[in-house]
């Protein structure tokens, strides 16, 4: 194998083509078999192996300083910087994390995983350069999906008032994680299509020199045209035409399926599940049709995430002009969300938890300020084993300290398509709801409350000495350590679903206070800021002791959720250890 030879980046320079493209091959092979295997990133991997290549062949990482927008397409840079065990030996397929980290390598800048951020960021590696009087390249790989983002103009626009190097690399395979979307996009598919050669030139009217590769998946061209802008002295554009999931027939003919896997999606293509069990996901989609048919003013909006919600392709050509993919484009969305809900539209904004931090400005000054009655599905929240890119537990004290914002956690499918039913139909308040991610639960029995009435927690279960509030996700928990409180100490504790993120039922609340004398509060998040240091508030001047359990105020990398939740104490067996501590009781058995 030419891979072989590659132990580091400038192993690289000695290769002639034809080792290159062999090269290539091999790598494709590698991260269709480590992908398929793990899990993870295929189509953006695969279509970026020459571009890889030919950087690294033509520049001097880490000297020259590549960033990865999102750093989903960067497993072709791992492989040739040093962390190839990390793809050939099974055994390390789970080493290296799937987005770039400084602390795997020299040539990782910087941790990244969410999108377009590569030009603001290359643009303060470029002002640090010359204000140090340093030599070196810094160069910004994007893909065409990522432009859209509010962030990646407002780099574009920075970098190109800077006058020295900086070379920004726009992978254009004409997606996003689905279709792209945006006015942009329609002079991206002009310079494709004219070779870069049309005057209406979006790079060039910012102010950037431009490139155009029509090849972008041919080595060769590729080094010619990074050796005409390596060491450049002015802010440049190559725009680059490649082809997403490049190498995998299934991969280019499926790119939107293919752009992030589930372990061994290759092996199960062919023969997917015949029946699809219901779940939070359909059951919202199911919904949304439903409305919309009566109702022409409901309006799906994704910002470029639409697997994320299950909004897919199906779900999209149903609702025609009632779905809007705003592109990668979070704080625009919620905006636009607000805009259409004071013109009388019912908009239902899907974002995961993750991407939910990139909406704080719009949720607080743009939504909620204007109490525009916009419903906003949070979905993925809670506590994970994801990177640590992609975590989804911090939602909650984020969003519930923001005033005029109603932020619900349903425990089941009843209580869930009530409060989306009163949510969308509603015009008086912002709303949120923290879609549960867990398996489903039905109770068989339709949810009458009035949702209206804000703040009204739900007695689940009436007992004394010990109340348990279990929010969403965590009501499961809830009864489980009820059950062992009332088996190890023969207390019959209370159990209570809150419901309401954002408010507290004060009335119960002091009732609580003549029966009860420890309150435990469970949230899928982190306890800093969040649900239950409210209710410890709430109870501070009285002799009721809280005992919060959530996570850590912390970033988590690919850490077990088990031993998450045991560093945590999010178990029943200890939570019912420190009841007993805390209220200098003995079990009974």
């Given amino acids: 194998m030419i891979l072989d030879k590659i132990n580091e980046a400038k192993d690289l320079k000695t290769l002639q083509n034809e080792e290159m493209k062999i090269l290539a091959d091999e790598i494709r092979k590698l991260i269709i078999k480590k992908v398929n295997e793990t899990g993870g990133h295929m189509g953006p991997n695969l279509g970026i192996v020459e571009t890889t290549i030919a950087l690294h062949k033509v520049f001097n990482s880490p000297v020259d300083k590549i960033v990865f927008d999102v750093s989903h397409q960067c497993y072709p840079h791992k492989i040739l910087t040093g962390r190839k065990e990390g793809f050939t030996d099974p055994s390390k397929y789970n080493v290296y994390t799937g987005y ?32 140090k009087n340093e030599k070196g390249n810094i160069i910004a790989l994007i893909g065409d999906g990522s432009l859209s983002g509010g962030e990646a103009f407002e780099g574009l626009d920075c970098a190109a008032d800077l006058n020295s190097n900086i070379i920004i690399i726009v992978n254009d395979n004409d997606m996003s994680i689905a279709e792209n979307s945006g006015g942009l996009y329609k002079n991206l598919k002009l310079l494709r299509e004219t070779n870069g050669k049309s005057e209406l030139n979006f790079f060039k009217s910012l102010g950037f020199d431009y490139y155009y590769v029509n090849e972008g998946n041919c080595i060769e061209k590729l080094i010619e045209t990074f050796e005409k802008v390596k060491d450049i002295n002015h802010p440049t554009v190559v725009h680059v035409k490649t082809l997403k999931g490049c190498g995998l027939k299934e991969a280019e003919e499926n790119k939107e399926t293919f752009h992030w896997i589930m372990p061994h999606a290759l092996d199960n293509f062919y023969n997917p599940p015949i029946v699809e069990q219901e779940n939070y996901t359909n059951i919202t989609t199911d919904y949304i049709l439903r409305e919309a048919k009566k109702d022409k003013t409901i309006v ?62 719009q949720l607080s000054q743009d939504l909620c300020l204007n109490n525009s009655p916009a419903t906003i599905l949070v979905y993925w929240g809670g506590l994970t084993n994801a990177d640590a890119t992609h975590l989804t537990c911090f939602d909650i ?100 679903n809150p419901r309401f993120i954002t408010g507290l039922d004060k009335e119960l609340l002091e009732e609580l206070k003549k029966t009860h004398k420890i309150i435990i509060t469970l949230e899928d998040g982190i306890l800093s800021g969040g649900f239950g240091e409210k209710i410890a508030s709430f109870y501070g001047p009285s002799n009721i002791k809280v005992l919060n359990y959530g996570g850590k105020k912390e970033f988590t990398d690919r850490i077990p959720l088990n031993k998450i939740y045991k560093d945590c104490r999010l178990d029943e067996t200890l939570i019912t250890e420190d009841i007993i501590q805390a209220l200098n009781l003995t079990a009974i058995n």
């Fill in 100 to 131: 770039t980290a400084p602390e795997e390598s020299e040539h990782d800048i910087f941790k990244i995983g969410h999108t377009s951020t590569s030009t603001s960021l290359a643009v303060g590696l470029a002002k640090a350069r010359d204000l």
């Fill in 300 to 361: 799906a909006i994704t910002p470029a995430t639409p697997g994320v919600s299950g909004f897919n392709k199906k779900f999209r050509e149903a609702l025609k002009n009632q779905y809007v993919d705003t592109g990668i484009t979070e704080q625009h969305a919620v905006a636009f969300a607000s805009g259409l809900a004071k013109n009388g539209a019912k908009p239902i904004l899907a974002v995961m938890s993750s991407f939910i931090q990139r909406t704080y400005d």
């Fill in 397 to 496: 004290p984020l969003m519930m300290n923001i005033p005029n914002l109603v932020y619900l956690a349903p425990t089941n499918k009843e209580e869930y398509l009530a409060m989306l039913d009163w949510s969308v139909k509603q015009n008086k308040y912002s709303t949120a709801i923290r879609i549960p991610n867990i398996e489903l639960i039905s109770t068989g029995i339709e949810d009458k409350t009035d949702y209206s009435i804000l703040n009204k927690y739900k007695k689940e279960q009436e007992g004394s000495e010990v109340a348990i509030l279990g929010l969403g996700n965590f009501l499961p928990l809830a009864y489980k350590t009820a059950y062992q409180i009332e088996k190890t100490l023969n207390i019959k504790p209370t159990i209570i």
